[in-house]
């Protein structure tokens, strides 16, 4: 009997008279803006492979699943915000390397808005998602700043504050960079321009990072 030959089609590529598939980043970066906009369980696959511009099973081929594709859109975002965040600079004071930390972080969800929205959507779901955010990135991040919080602690400069205390004051003050709708009622124009957010975001670090410090052992809870 003779056997069939032709090419099989791979995981992910469009059949006969379909639409060209974007490009990955092209994918990965639409994923991110659809996921920020509807967040995680109103993201139908259906819906996703619409804003991609795909067929509807695109996602299960290329990637698995819905939440497979949640991560590779989480890892390459993040992946690509960890990589502009100042590195802590043994040369500098540990109140520098905070400031430092803390400004480009803020830096970074001017620039990158649809990642802050996604955290604030994951924080109260106890999810694997949540697990993923925290294990590859929350993690990390607070890990970096750990050492010179402790020494400015041990100092005297900064109050000591449990762990989740410190996340709760550094990283939910974000949210004022990305709730524009509520911004510009309480004020800042539709028209604020990228430097003006950048000169915003600075702002916001400098009030997180001095109130942070200025507490210093004053600030620490009395002992019984």
């Not at 009997?1 to 970066?29: C, F, H, Q």
């Not at 502009?84 to 930390?101: F, G, Q, T, V, W």
């Not at 321009?193 to 009030?207: K, V």
């Amino acid at each position: 009997m003779a056997t069939e030959t032709g090419s099989t089609r791979g995981p992910g590529r469009p059949g006969a008279g379909t639409p060209a598939v974007p490009e990955e980043r092209n994918i990965l970066r639409r994923g991110l803006e659809a996921f920020a906009e509807l967040g995680y369980d109103h993201a139908s696959a259906r819906e996703l492979a619409r804003r991609l511009g795909v067929s509807h099973n695109f996602i299960n081929d290329r990637y698995g699943s819905k939440a497979a594709f949640w991560r590779a859109v989480i890892d390459s975002a993040l992946g690509d915000q960890l990589a502009a965040l100042p590195e802590s600079d043994p040369s500098l004071d540990d109140e520098e390397n905070l400031r430092r930390s803390i400004t480009g972080f803020y830096r970074n969800a001017v620039e990158t808005p649809e990642i802050g929205r996604i955290f604030v959507d994951e924080y109260s779901r106890d999810t694997e998602r949540l697990d993923h955010l925290y294990e590859h990135y929350i993690g990390p991040a607070l890990r970096t700043m750990t050492s010179g919080i402790e020494r400015l602690a041990a100092s005297g400069r900064m109050a000591p504050v449990p762990m989740d205390v410190l996340f709760f004051a550094v990283f939910p003050p974000v949210s004022g960079m990305l709730n524009l709708p509520l911004a510009e009622r309480l004020g800042r124009s539709k028209e604020t321009s990228p430097r003006e957010l950048t000169e915003r975001a600075e702002l916001l670090a400098s009030l997180v990072v001095n109130g942070l410090l200025s507490t210093g052992s004053a600030g620490a809870p009395a002992e019984s």
